[in-house]
């Protein structure tokens, strides 16, 4: 069973605006885990030590952190947001672990340049996963991102966090504690279904 691909890209290399929507996706990203991380190091009790110990945590890690705190009678008035936040934030982790770690080519169709996606899931029958995506797809994931690091900037402000980077935080995102909504969970097409739905996109529901 051959699996390998081979894609070249002819020099010479122009950034394109799904390159640079690629680019602000990470960075929107790495924002949201961090707005996570200053959630965790609040509920600690805004010390070195939190400090350190939320910047060893991984994703999942964070989320059933402040899940643990929603559960506590002290912050039961904050604990929806808080649940809601983290259902936010693994929902997107899934989007962004499929682009992320997915991508590996690009290519032109119907003259606009995508990103082609290979994944590969082991779990029972071995799938392959091969869409592609569009700048358009990482706009809207963007779109998320800032809804979820706003929200996350208001449940900080919420539990007493203070600070000129946090007002300008919230006065850049126009923050509130109304809850955003969320994308459907990501549902991957197996390759032997792209041809009815060559898309990665393509929501539960």
Known sequence: MDISFNYRVKPPWRPSDLAEQ???AIIFWNQAEASL???VQLLLGQSYVS???SAEMGNRSLTQAIEAGSRLDELKEIAPH???LCKGFVLLLGYRN???HGIYATEIHN???VARILSVDGKGKARIFNP???SKDLRVFITHLHSLIGYSAAIQKALGADGDGLGNMIKAYQASLIKPVWPPQLKRVPTNLQAQV???LEAQG
Request: proline share 4%; charged share 20%; no cysteine.
């Open 22 to 24: 690629f680019m602000s």
């Open 37 to 39: 991380k200053q959630i």
């Open 98 to 100: 499929f682009y992320i």
């Open 51 to 53: 400090l350190a110990v």
């Open 82 to 84: 808080l649940q809601h």
């Open 111 to 113: 003259g606009e340049r």
């Open 132 to 134: 592609t995506f569009e």
């Open 198 to 200: 060559n898309r990665p």
